[in-house]
């Protein structure tokens, strides 16, 4: 079955250091991924999407995540953790946008 | 400008009851999609309208079904509700099918 996968349930990391939030993907043809945010009792926030082209896409509040299509992944990456970056965080793709489907999500934790 | 906005917040029903939920998206977005949250899992994909028409379904029973009004706005009706059914059930809107989407911030069901 075509799926995204986030084998981390959560990831801890310090303030001021690199983070990594992990993605793989098992989607046949050439899948559209993203990344999102959800803070506690509210909705997803869109951080950054890949469709084609440039493998390191840019995102928001400083996030980039890199597609690398021999290891299947999309890791979601930010060079220095902030502690209100802390937050549950899901990859998703999409085929031609009519249906999404998330990962199971990744919680971040990120202590000063 | 106004986000996606969900109405009610919170809702509490029973088993065998009857839901409607609702949403209007971003202004100008003709697309809108539902999807079901349980607690601690990644959203799943239920539905998905563009231009009031269909354009995707998720894995859920009939029990499910939506539709999209003339001003973009959605409902999601679910009958004859099990507990199971109890979620945080988010919507989202995109200017077209094939774009990112943005989500509100979700309507709470409890099923007793």
């Known amino acids: 079955a075509q799926s995204v996968a986030q084998p981390e349930d959560q990831v801890n990391v310090a303030e001021g250091n690199p983070l990594t939030v992990k993605c793989t993907y098992s989607?046949?043809?050439?899948?559209?991924l993203f990344w999102y945010v959800q803070y506690p009792n509210r909705g997803l926030q869109f951080l950054l999407k890949?469709?084609?082209?440039?493998?390191l896409v840019k995102g928001s509040y400083g996030f980039e995540a890199e597609f690398n299509k021999s290891q299947t992944s999309f890791h979601l990456k930010k060079p220095s953790a902030l502690v209100s970056d802390s937050a549950l965080y899901f990859c998703?793709?999409?085929?031609?946008?009519?249906?999404?489907?998330f990962g199971s999500g990744t919680k971040l934790n990120v202590k000063p | 400008d106004a986000g996606v906005t969900q109405s009610p917040t919170h809702l509490i029903k029973t088993r065998g009851q009857h839901v409607t939920l609702r949403c209007s998206p971003i202004?100008?977005?003709?697309?809108v999609s539902w999807y079901q949250q349980v607690l601690g899992q990644g959203p799943q994909f239920i539905f998905q309208y563009y231009e009031k028409e269909e354009r995707g379904r998720g894995n859920f029973p009939d029990r499910f079904s939506a539709r999209q009004f003339p001003n973009y706005s959605s409902e999601l009706n679910v009958n004859a509700l099990l507990l199971g059914d109890s979620a945080l059930y988010l919507c989202?809107?995109?200017?077209?099918?094939?774009?990112?989407?943005?989500f509100g911030p979700g309507t709470r069901l409890t099923v007793l």
């Open positions: 202004s100008g977005h003709k697309s």
């Open positions: 989607v046949s043809g050439n899948p559209y």
């Open positions: 890949y469709i084609t082209g440039d493998n």
């Open positions: 989202a809107s995109s200017l077209v099918g094939g774009d990112t989407q943005y």
């Open positions: 998703a793709w999409g085929y031609n946008f009519n249906k999404f489907y």
